[in-house]
Every structure is written in structure tokens, then in C-alpha cells.
């Protein structure tokens, strides 16, 4: 025996029992598709951001138009009376200047440069006809007024289609022929 050599003989391996490096499974990557068009959360975000901006606008002027109707019809209930018919007056006078405002805001940044709202502007997004081209005013009107008439009757339909249809179009950008797009 050689001297530093182990007392222990040498064994011979079976061929079986010789380490090979374990190739595990894997599934095939699933591969990410990209679509050109702005889905259903991004445009829930886009939708809260410009809730959020427009709130942020006509909160304050509702308060201030009506405040002083407010207080009167406290006054008034204070000493068991009718409330005053200016608070009416002044709420219907207040609801088309902040439909005027909201659809202002909507179809002129729509039909501007900028193709869409600020809260699309933020996230990326904007609107086009079918084409992919910039749209007009009318039409950005059109498809402002088409979300207000579907709100209003509809409510979460017109938003729950864009989670399904295939170009992510809400029933008013089907009526209105637009596209909302990632940019």
C-alpha cells in the first residue's frame, strides 16, 4: 500500500449510478401577445384619472353656485318653511354648464393633437377611426355623446364589451367607428 493512499479498496461504479446533470420539464414559454389596442383596465384607469380631473373642476364650482340654495334651505327647514325654489333653479342651470364642461373637455382633447383625455394622455392611449387616423371633432362629439346615452341606459354593459370585443371597443367607439389605442 502506498504511503498517504486510503485503506479502503477502490470500488468500481455501475454505469448506472453515474451522475448525469437532471434535465427537469419545462412547459413551453407561453408567449405574450401584444394587441395595439387599449384594453379594459388600462381604460377603467384612464377613465377614474379624468373622473378625478373633472371632480376636481366641478366640485368647487358646484359648491360654490350652490352653497348659498344649500343654506337657505337649512334656514328654512330651521323654521319649519318650504324650501326656496332657487335651489332647484340654480341645480338645472348647474347640470348643462357641467355637461357643456365635461363634453368640452372630451372632444377637444380627443380631436386635438393629443387624441384623447388627459387620463388617456397619462397612460398612453388614444383615439382613432378605424383607419388609425386622428378624429374630427363631430365625431369625438358623436362618441361622447354615444357614452353618455349608454351610461345612462347601459351603464356597465358599454365598458364590460371591451373586456370581449376583439379591437377592445366600447359600444359608443363601435357607434362612433373609434379605436382606442396604446401609443
Excluded at 364650482?61 to 340654495?69: D, G, K, R, T
Excluded at 382613432?128 to 346615452?149: E, H, I, Q, Y
Amino acid at each position: 500500500m502506498a504511503i498517504g493512499a486510503s485503506a479502503m479498496p477502490a470500488v468500481a461504479m455501475p454505469a448506472a449510478a453515474v451522475a448525469v446533470p437532471a434535465v427537469g420539464y419545462a412547459p413551453p414559454a407561453r408567449a405574450v401577445v401584444y394587441s395595439p389596442y387599449g384594453g379594459f383596465w388600462i381604460r377603467v384607469a384612464a377613465s377614474l384619472l379624468d373622473s378625478l380631473i373633472v371632480g376636481a373642476v366641478t366640485v368647487p364650482l358646484v359648491l360654490i353656485f350652490l352653497l348659498p340654495s344649500i343654506l337657505k334651505i337649512i334656514q328654512a327647514a330651521k323654521n319649519d318653511q318650504e324650501p326656496p325654489i332657487e335651489l332647484f333653479a340654480s341645480f338645472f342651470l348647474l347640470i348643462p354648464l357641467i355637461l357643456l364642461g365635461v363634453w368640452l373637455y372630451e372632444a377637444l382633447l380627443t380631436s386635438s393633437s393629443w387624441q384623447g383625455t388627459v387620463g388617456k394622455r397619462m397612460l398612453k392611449l388614444k383615439v382613432t377611426d378605424l383607419a388609425g387616423n386622428k378624429v374630427s371633432f363631430a365625431r369625438a362629439t358623436g362618441r361622447f355623446f354615444a357614452k353618455l346615452l349608454f351610461r345612462m341606459v347601459l351603464t356597465a354593459l358599454i365598458y364590460i364589451v371591451v373586456a370581449f370585443s376583439e379591437r377592445k371597443q366600447g359600444l359608443h367607439d363601435m357607434v362612433a367607428g373609434t379605436l382606442v389605442m396604446k401609443y
